[in-house]
C-alpha cells in the first residue's frame, strides 16, 4: 500500500533507527545554525526560522521514531499538534515555565517569545520532514 509503513518487526526498527539517525543529524544543524548562524553572518531571518524550521523537521522525525507504524502525512498531523501547542505555551507565563524558558534547554525546546511565523517555519518544516522521510523510503525500496 503506498504511503503505509512495513508491518515486519525488522523493517519497522530500521524504520525507526533512520529517522532517529535523521533527527539526531538535524538537531547538530539545527544547534550549529543556532550557535554559528551570527558569528558566520547569516541574516537573522535565516538564524531565527531556519532554526525553528529544523526544530519541527526534528518533532516529525521524533514522534516517526516513536510511531513507526503511521503514514508519514499521520506523523505530520501529530508533529503540527505538538508544534502548535508549543507555540501556544508560549503565552502562559507561570513562574517555573519562564525559568524553564530561560536555560538554553528550555530555549532551544520550548522558545521564549510566541510568533505567528513560527507556525509558517513549523509547517515548512514538517513538510521537509516528510519529503526526508518518503525519500529515505524509496531509497530504501529501490
Known sequence: MHGTQPDKPVALLETSLTRAALALAVIVCGLSLRWYGFPLGLPAF????GGSLLW???VFLLVGV???RLTPTQIAAIAAVIAVVVEFSRVVHAPWL???RLTTAGALLLGRIFSLW???AYAVGIEFGVW???LVQLRRVG
Open 46 to 49: 535565516v538564524v531565527k526560522y
Open 66 to 68: 516513536l510511531l513507526p
Open 98 to 100: 519562564d525559568a524553564f
Open 56 to 58: 519541527a523537521t526534528m
Open 118 to 120: 513560527n507556525l509558517v
Open 132 to 134: 526526508i522521510d518518503r
